[in-house]
Antibody, heavy 118, light 107 residues
């Protein structure tokens, strides 16, 4: 069965960076995009970026451009999200999700809580 | 950026009621519209993709319609398990924004 398993919760200080992993199983990793979506406490969903694991092509939401990097290691079917220059308003639950191209996200990871606090 | 506006923000329904949630895009997105259900402490779950296609495993009481800028999610006969927050999302162009969510409470 399709599974996306994310790395554990992180606590970071303002200005630091965080890297979240998303390990896929149960399907051909290179055949589907990986999207990253976040949800601040009590707030709605915010799309951040996607990566095509086959080509390595990426697309980022403009508001994160320059601060976020996504990549993948196809040998271990894992995608990564790195967010730098963390601020308190980056405190959120970060999800990875499998995407049929950019069209929709059909399987989601369990989420990784990133807390930014001094 | 394309803005997505859902209405209502919240609603309350009784078991067996027919419920409709609307989503409006700030410009045409053709049929690039998805609906997700989110329950507390769980990841979102895809219900409807490309406006009207029912995701595998989703009960048939859920349906979606619309194209262009106006879309609806309909639950034909609400069940207790449908208590959740529902989000629309456009996948027409970057950034692939979500609506603000509609919270459905079952009376």
């Amino acid at each position: 069965q399709v599974q996306l398993v994310q790395s554990g919760a992180e606590v970071k200080k303002p200005g630091a960076s965080v890297k979240v992993s998303c390990k896929a199983s149960g399907y051909t990793f290179s055949g589907y995009y990986i999207h990253w979506v976040r949800q601040a406490p009590g707030q709605g969903l915010e799309w951040m970026a996607w990566i095509n694991p086959d080509s390595g092509a990426t697309k980022y939401a403009q508001r994160f451009q320059g601060r976020v990097t996504i990549n993948r290691d196809t040998s271990i079917s894992t995608a990564y999200l790195e967010l730098s220059s963390l601020r308190s308003d980056d405190t959120a639950l970060y999800y990875c999700a499998r995407g049929l191209s950019s069209w929709y996200m059909d399987y989601w990871g369990q989420g990784t809580l990133v807390t930014v606090s001094s | 950026d394309i803005q997505m506006t859902q209405s209502p923000s919240s609603l309350s329904a009784s078991v067996g009621d027919r419920v409709t949630i609307t989503c409006r895009a700030s410009q045409s997105i053709n049929s690039f519209l998805n609906w997700y259900q989110e329950k507390p402490g769980k990841a979102p779950n895809l219900l409807i993709y490309t406006a009207s296609s029912l995701q595998s495993g989703v009960p048939s009481r859920f349906s979606g319609s619309g194209s262009g800028t106006d879309f609806t999610l309909t639950i034909s006969s609400v069940q207790p398990d449908d208590s959740a927050t529902y989000y629309c999302q456009q996948s027409h162009s970057n950034p692939y924004n979500f609506g603000q969510g509609t919270r459905l409470q079952i009376k």
